[in-house]
């Protein structure tokens, strides 16, 4: 295995949850406070419209993730038992936020504020359990 490959995997999968996580928490802590000082109407047709610009992004940080987690997995072996109960862990919250996140860019989502909360929360300790693992184990 080349270290550039290696690299590059590592990189996509950086760049991919800073794209996806940044992304919700910029939509949460950011856009969202800023959109509810608008009328009701350009508050759903704004959030509309930010949703549909971010879901490009959306499909393609989780796409990103996916292949190169999967790569970096198939690439390091010799773990211990807790570092896969973490991993378990970490992935059962991936998939949560992958889930939310295609949830969350739909139009006409009332709940859009409430899921982008949980999905921010979650992918904070998805990045707390990945540096966890990174150092301890």
């Known amino acids: 295995m080349t270290d550039a490959l290696l690299v590059t995997m590592r990189w996509i999968h950086i760049a991919s949850m ?7 928490l910029y939509g949460r802590l950011v856009m969202a406070p800023a959109i509810a000082t608008l009328a009701p109407d350009a508050r759903e047709s704004l959030g509309d419209t930010v949703a549909a ?68 929360i979650s992918g904070l300790i998805i990045l707390a359990i990945a540096a966890w693992l990174r150092l301890v184990f």
């Open 18 to 24: 800073a794209t996806l996580i940044g992304g919700i």
């Open 53 to 120: 610009l971010f879901r490009p992004l959306v499909y393609i940080a989780i796409t990103g993730l996916v292949v190169s987690g999967t790569f970096n997995l198939l690439t390091t072996t010799g773990h211990r038992p807790i570092y896969h109960m973490l991993f378990g862990v970490k992935m059962l919250l991936a998939l949560h936020v992958f889930a939310v996140s295609i949830l969350i860019v739909q139009p006409k989502n009332p709940r859009r504020v409430r899921m982008m909360t949980g999905t921010m």
